[in-house]
């Protein structure tokens, strides 16, 4: 298999485990440089629809034809507020193991050594969106630390009522949900060919990990025929970029 290939076959994997995490809800809202979300969330749309379930509103901030608002984001926190947001995806360049995540920068702020773009309205929408799907598609210490340098969004503000929170952490090498009455996270699966010792070795916050830790499984035929047809057709609009690399290593 060639390398174009086996990059494909992850991203695959990522997008059906995105689309399983998204089981349920009924809007969800992605970013704008989330491809590998939006594409999860169009596959629970597709899926949805083959089994006659109730149909999954999608938004992709600064698309024509995956977002229904016409002031972008502005509408997007007032319909967060109003709770009508059910999923969103947060990312950041740390998350450490309480599930806080760092977009402003590494070191002393404000005297950071790296500069990150900033917050954007992430703090907001972690308060107001139940279901927080923090993606990260790089794990390494560096990124998975102990303690974010900022914290751009806090997972747990006991002095703040809010709804929102992290539900799991997904990344290139495994998947962690979130305990909330714990505080920390859990190790779920491992994507395949990594194992256990892989995950310790480049994760720098500690989490639980029971006995047995399952592979992720990886889509079935059906899936990777839908993701290859229909949602990569669906993704071009929003990711051209990136569906057209995804279509290039077939």
Known sequence: MSSASAERERRELLIATIAGLLDGVRHVAVGASSPIPAAGAMLLRARNEAARKPPVRMTILGSKQHNFFT?????????????????????GGQIDGFGNINLVGTGDYPTTNVRWPGSFGSAYLYHLV?????????HSPRVFVPKVDFISA???????????GPYALLSNMALF???SERGGFRLRSIHPPYTAADIRANTGFAYQEPEHVPPTAPPDAATRTLIRGRILDELAESYPAFARSMAEAA
């Open 71 to 91: 002031n972008g984001s502005v509408e997007l926190f007032d319909c967060a507020a109003q709770g009508r947001v059910d999923a969103f995806f947060l990312g």
């Open 130 to 138: 139940p279901r927080v799907i923090l993606f990260r598609e790089e």
């Open 177 to 179: 949900d979130f305990a």
């Open 154 to 164: 806090a997972a747990h503000t006991p002095e703040v009522a809010r709804r929102g």
